[in-house]
């Protein structure tokens, strides 16, 4: 896997991808294609949105005509489907890898066309002309690399896969689509990309770079990008080809699936802002923990994003399934630049709490509730192997059930590493601490060990070695807050019925994941159980 | 002596025991001191020791002395014989004994619990290493019984394979101020055990030698439990590697001592011994991976290393060793032999360095010539030590510009310099008036006229090798002048006979190891000589000296002290001789009878009765019965190693026996391959669970010296 890809994938995951249940924005293929304007592939993303002449019609019908094969999408959640379940699993490793296939060779592509222009600086100083739309070109392709290579790296969250797949056409159509029309190369861009600006909402460096994009390429001619774009449907033919021969082996790819959310909150941020730059936004303790912060007026239903809350609206009556209604609520506002919002922990002496002296703020909503999880909260995720490690954010316990049993170095503070040399170098660190040789274990994971006698005499799950790992040393203090039973009957009991109804319900994906995992811990039931305590 | 000859084998004390604290030399000469004692006992007599164990008079000047008294008595009696009578006639010296005693060697398992509640008043040493069949169990119950050794500081389990961590844990918990602990060569010793020792928290000396499992982590154990550490051995601990070291270095700040021989250590490793700003000698024989960069890691160094030793690193030049003292100004040993054998110009150099301080230098197997001997001997003027052994090139030229400006020198070695004649011999002795040790083995071209210099003019000289010089009697006259001599080796030089060792005899009576191996022209009356005059002899060879009978064996017999005897292949001895050894030297710890064919199982009936210590014995090869063997191996309480090849007479089921008789406290065994097929396998495993280590040899039989 490209590192590269991997890291866009996080950056993404950082900008709280709040992945729509919108259907793409299908163009028509008849459109002229001054229209493909990389500029329109931001729409409903960056707030400068000031291209009136694309008006997308966002319709769902449309999008129903590339999806002959049953597939879910959360705007059909309220009709049941048979194969739903599968469906919302379903993810296609080939299709990833076509992706990154067409943009290999599009990458390609670009290279040649720079070296070409290279080799003409020296002789044809004279035809400016042509240097500028050559440069025009490259510029276009760059930004369609960058747009399909988020999409692409966006479709690995499992957060998002679901509508992903539907607004993806599926693999398998790909490689049957594409021999069909010679502009199809076009086709998957204009699709994905329409895609990605609804990805990434928060004005994140992605936005901004496709911005920088945009401004550049604002005044290109659509004749050169219609070269360049029947180049993609020339080099999809070879695409598919690729494709066929990789039968099977996109599967290695399914690991990254969980590189969702892990590193986004607690890490360095590496941004400097000045502290009136920007807007500083604090959650209260209920509103992080709340599971659901979209609520439906008339039937009480939550959901944790707006716009699965829009086409849940849709079922209550016509007035919403207009356009206006369906569109995202604060797209007017955006014409003005909005201030960078950044977020604060509402509990008092933590570092990403506004008041202390070295704050650091948050920067999503999703950093948030993860930074506030993780510090602040019961660890009630324990791990179903070692029976030792606790987590409350259940990616992380995800991530740990991964390496669960093969860390075979172990420290005496109960921290476990899958390497000696880093045993080691965490002995070398610590005053006191001491490898644990293996006939030992028994006395450590019993109560001999002072991480343990903690544990113990707290009656709940010490964040010490939690803390020893390191990832969480920013961290001034190490309280185990019951904020979770603080906030108890903050719902309505709407919300239980509501879970119940939605089976599809996102909420419920990460338990029902879980369960599908080979670590399955939890049966069904629980993770009901998990979903009814987070909403307390 | 006072009486101790006149003591019965069956004496409760069977365990010896010596005094580490060096007592005052007493002033009384012998036959005052005798008096004394004369005094102190009213009804002693030399000859009937045996009744003393009745109680004391009532009217005996010993009930009216007070406890600290007798101390003081004790104090003053030099002789540990003496010590020992007092002991065993007073139960006022008993008591006393037990309040200044600091130090105890525990020769039997039997002994240890009263030994340890009789002396852990004041004991500050425990050597239990020569103590058999000691396991978890045994040494528990000891120190449960002793109700704690408060003050111990030093503790030896060299050898002790039956040891694990559950002893340890109980022997260190009783010892709260335990400083300096020895398990080499307990080849069982592995993590756990290290993980013990770790508790004890202010130990500052540790010897794991050849603790074979011992890992990364039990070092690392030891290290963050032991931070105050100064001396580390872990010399072929082969399963540490640089991740051990390193975190060693960076926990223990103070170690001083560092022996890393044998391991498989990179440069990585340097990088992190070159933080230790204390490191004062640092070993790293036959680290074959370290090579002259890792080297240049000590470059930086704090002028704290005195001692360096990388011989046997055959990717060391003495290139590295010139980053080494740039580093480290106060070197006083640098030993690099059989390192890449070329003496470098800079490292010539750089000796004038440290002239003022360097005072060892081997540079064994290098190629070297006069005028690197010239460079050495103008910067290196307080040289005390020089070793060459078997380099290419030495000549009498090279010894001569060494030693004119080395009159310090008091160890030459001049091991297999084939070219050394006498000439080079009469320069040391010229120059070098306080020479000590003089080894020359295979220096074939020496003879009388070099030896009679050196025995005229170096009256210091306590060791000298001579094996395979092809000396004669006169030579031995010459050297018989150096009347210190302690050691002596003269094997494989046929033209001596009687009559050099009987100059010996008469003039080196302070002689302990006398080495004759192959002296075929050595008879009986040579052996009287040394016993009658080398009355502190301890250790003697007499390898094949073919000429020598049970009448060379009853002149030893009376060698009170001899530890270890060697007469392989003597075809002439027989049980009489045995007997009489046996019953005469009874310090006999080792013995080796291998090829005496005459050797049969009276001899082993003698060595069973009389022979307590013996701790290893070779009787390969003798004509020795199941009857024999059994009485040996299930009565020698001490016997830990013993070698029984080919014993044609002795049947599967009188090994099985013997050794079963024996299983518990066997530490060494050596057999024949093909019985590994016959002994019951439970016997085998019971042998492996204690730490007895088989060697199974497949040789053919072949009689014959």
Known sequence: ?536 | MLCSAGIPASTPSSASSTPSSPSPTSSLSRPEKRRKTAALFPNYSPGKVTTMRNPQPSDSILTVLPVDLLVQILDRLPDTGDRKSCRLVSRGFLRAEALRRRALRVLRREALPSLLRRYSFALESLDLSPCPALDDAALAAAVHTSGGLRTLKTLCLARATGIGWRGLEALLAACPRLEAVDLSYCVGVGDREAAALAAAGGLREVRLDKCLGITDVGLAKLAVGCPVIETLGIKWCMEISDLGIDLLSKKCRDLKVLDLSYLKVTNFCLQSISCLGKLEDLTMVGCSQISDEGLRFLKNGSNSLRSIDVSRCSNVSTLGLVSVIEGHKCLQKINAGDCFPELVPPFLTMLGDIRHTLKVLKIDGFHVSASSFWIIGMDCKHLEEIGLAKCKGVTDQCISELVTHCPGLRTVDLTCCHLVTDNALIAIADHCKRLECLLSESCSLISEKGLDRIGTCCSDLKEVDLTDCHINDTALKCLSRCSELTMLKLGLCPNISDKGLFHIGSNCRKLLELDLYRCTGATDGGLAAIAAGCKNLKKLNMCYCTQITDEGLKHLSCLKELLDLEMRGLVHITSAGIAAIAFGCRSLVELDVKRCYSVDDASLWALAQYSKNLRQINISYCPVTDMGLCKLLGTLRCLQDAKLVHLMRVSIEGYELALRASWDRLKKLKLLGGLRHFLSPGLLQMLKARGCRIRWVDKPLVLGV
């Not at chain 1, 990458?107 to 002309?129: D, M, T």
């Not at chain 1, 909150?265 to 802002?273: I, K, Q, R, S």
């Not at chain 1, 476990?416 to 601490?433: M, P």
């Open chain 1, 1 to 536: 896997m490209d590192p590269k890809l991997r890291i866009s994938s996080e950056a993404l995951a950082k900008s709280s991808c709040q992945m729509m249940g919108d259907p793409s924005r299908n163009f028509n293929l008849g459109q002229p294609f001054i229209q493909f304007n990389p500029t329109n592939l931001c729409y409903g993303g960056g707030p400068e949105q000031t291209f009136p002449e694309f008006t997308p019609t966002p319709d769902t019908e449309t999008h129903g005509l590339y999806q002959p094969e049953p597939q879910v999408n959360s705007a059909n959640q309220f009709k049941p489907s048979p194969n739903v379940d599968t469906a919302i699993l379903d993810w296609d490793p080939r299709l990833i890898l076509s992706n990154l296939s067409f943009l290999e060779q599009k990458i390609h592509q670009v290279q040649a066309i720079v070296q070409s222009i290279i080799n003409q600086e020296g002789r044809l100083s004279n035809r400016a002309n042509e240097m500028v739309a050559q440069q025009q070109l490259v510029t276009a392709d760059l930004t369609s690399i960058i747009i399909q290579l988020i999409s692409t790296a966006g479709s690995l969250l499992p957060s998002i896969k679901n509508t992903l797949v539907s607004t993806n056409p599926s693999a398998s159509r790909l490689g049957s689509v594409i021999g069909a029309t010679p502009s199809f190369g076009l086709n998957v861009s204009q699709q994905q990309n329409a895609v990605v600006p609804m990805e990434v909402p928060k004005a994140s460096a992605c936005d901004k770079l496709i911005d920088n994009l945009n401004t550049n390429s604002c005044g290109k001619e659509g004749s050169e990008l219609i070269k360049g774009l029947h180049g993609y449907g020339n080099e999809d033919v070879e695409l598919i080809k690729c494709v066929k021969s990789c039968d099977g082996e996109g599967t290695e790819l399914a690991p990254l699936e969980d590189h969702d959310v892990k590193d986004s909150d607690d890490g360095v941020d590496g941004e400097n802002l000045p502290p009136g730059s920007y807007e500083l936004l604090q959650l209260e303790k209920e509103e992080i923990l709340a599971p659901h912060t979209h609520f439906c007026v008339i039937c009480g239903k939550g959901f944790k994003r707006d716009a699965n809350l829009r086409m849940h609206m849709r079922g209550h009556g016509d007035e919403y399934k207009t356009p206006a209604a369906l569109a995202k609520p604060n797209k007017e506002l955006t014409s003005e630049p909005a201030l960078i919002k950044r977020y604060s922990c509402p509990f008092v002496g933590c570092k990403r709490n506004k008041e202390h002296k070295k704050f650091q703020p948050l920067k999503t909503i999703l950093c948030v509730k993860n930074h506030f999880k993780r510090s602040h909260c019961d660890k009630s995720y324990t791990c179903s192997r070692c029976n030792t490690k606790k987590f409350s954010v259940i990616a992380d316990l995800k991530t740990h059930e991964k390496h669960c049993g093969r860390d075979k170095w172990l420290c005496s503070c109960g921290t476990t590493f899958s390497r000696k040399d880093k045993l080691f170098g965490h002995v070398a660190l610590f005053q006191g601490h001491t490898p644990v040789l293996a006939v030992d274990d028994a006395k450590v994971s019993g109560t001999s060990d002072q991480a343990r006698a903690n544990e113990v005499m707290n009656g709940m799950v010490g964040t010490l070695e939690y803390n020893f790992a390191g990832s969480n040393l920013d961290d001034v203090q190490n309280l185990n807050i019951k904020g979770v039973d603080s906030g108890r009957g903050c719902f309505s009991p709407m919300n239980f019925d509501a879970c119940n109804f939605g089976g599809l319900d996102e909420f419920l994906r990460p338990a029902s994941e879980v369960s599908e995992s080979p670590f399955s811990f939890l049966p069904f039931g629980s993770s009901n159980l998990i979903q009814g305590s987070g909403q307390n």
